[in-house]
């Protein structure tokens, strides 16, 4: 039997309850079915996270060890060599990984040498002919050009939450800043990729609305990080309790069944996750993880290499490779 694949951006609120609401195993069974019919359920994106500027930023957002003003024990660091992020790169890519994200914690791009920089990483990475990210903070259209020109393939760019509940979590930038910034990544032809954190203390509403916004964009993300917010203590979010791998499993399963061509990526919390936990998520239809050499995303921790082979070799998994869709 043939089965019509169609992807839709008209998802009503409403709808999207429908489907956020079903039995938890009914929901997984029709998340793993669309999973199957758009992708290869063996298949796993392997994205290697390397943070090539950490700490020190200027921004507020509540959950982040990197804001300079919450008082944590992360160490600054400034912007890497691109020599130093190119070898990385090689290394990431010799482990099996097909993309290589770059992420610095800035508020935004400005047009100096620093950003000269990371367009000679972008391209250096480009040319080992792995699929490069980049989550800069915001840019404008004309960053977005270069960094397309310099072999961006995609940009990471969260929502963060929903629209109602983000000047909750954060008050130095709006939810629209975030849109604008997809926006110039989209005109750039860059590929994008959204998602959000769960266990900011929002509602279920927010999550729906977040999913709703990513939905309902004119084109879907092409891939959506769900994030278990990652406790970093000091920051105003470091004592909220964990997230519950159930909440999780339904986040991924209605990504999956509402913007079925995206890599939907089990992102921030695998640490606290043991295998059998994120083998829930991945049959709800996660299909791309983010790993790292030093066993950190970015400064809390994510499982080791080794550990993530382990994992794939008793779960069945492979990493995908590069553009790996059916
Ligand atoms: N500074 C840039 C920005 O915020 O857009 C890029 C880097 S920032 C660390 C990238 C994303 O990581 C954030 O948008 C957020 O979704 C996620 N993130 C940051 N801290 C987190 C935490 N403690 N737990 C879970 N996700 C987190
Ligand atoms: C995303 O959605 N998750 C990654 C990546 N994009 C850049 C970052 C997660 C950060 C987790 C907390 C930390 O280690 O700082
Ligand atoms: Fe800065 Fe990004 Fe952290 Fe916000 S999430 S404080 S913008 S590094």
Sequence with gaps: MTVEKKLRTDWTLDEIRAIYDLPLLELVYR?????RQWHQPSQVQVCTLLSVKTGGCTEDCSYCGQAARYHTDIK???????EEVISCAKRAQEAGSSRFCMAAAWREVR????????????????ELGLEVCCTLGML???????????????????????EGYYEEVISTRTFADRLNT?????????????????GLGESHDDRMSMLLTLATMSKHPESVPINALSRVKGTPLGEFPKVELWDMVRMIATARIIMPA???RLS????????????????AGANSIFTSESETLLVTPNPGLMQDKKMFENLGLRPMVKGGQL
């Design 31 to 35: 998340a793993a079915t669309v999973h």
């Design 76 to 82: 600054v660091k400034a912007l890497m060599s691109a």
């Design 111 to 126: 047009n100096n040498k620093d950003f000269d920089r990371i367009l000679e990483m972008v391209a250096g990475v480009n």
């Design 140 to 162: 404008t259209e004309e960053q977005a050009k270069r960094l397309q020109q310099a072999g961006l393939y995609a940009y990471n760019h969260n929502l963060d939450s929903s």
């Design 182 to 198: 997809i926006n110039h990544v989209r005109k750039a032809g860059i590929t994008v990729c959204s998602g959000g954190i769960l």
């Design 262 to 264: 995206a890599l939907v």
């Design 268 to 283: 921030a919390g695998r640490a606290e996750m043991n295998e059998e936990e994120q083998g829930w998520c991945f049959m």
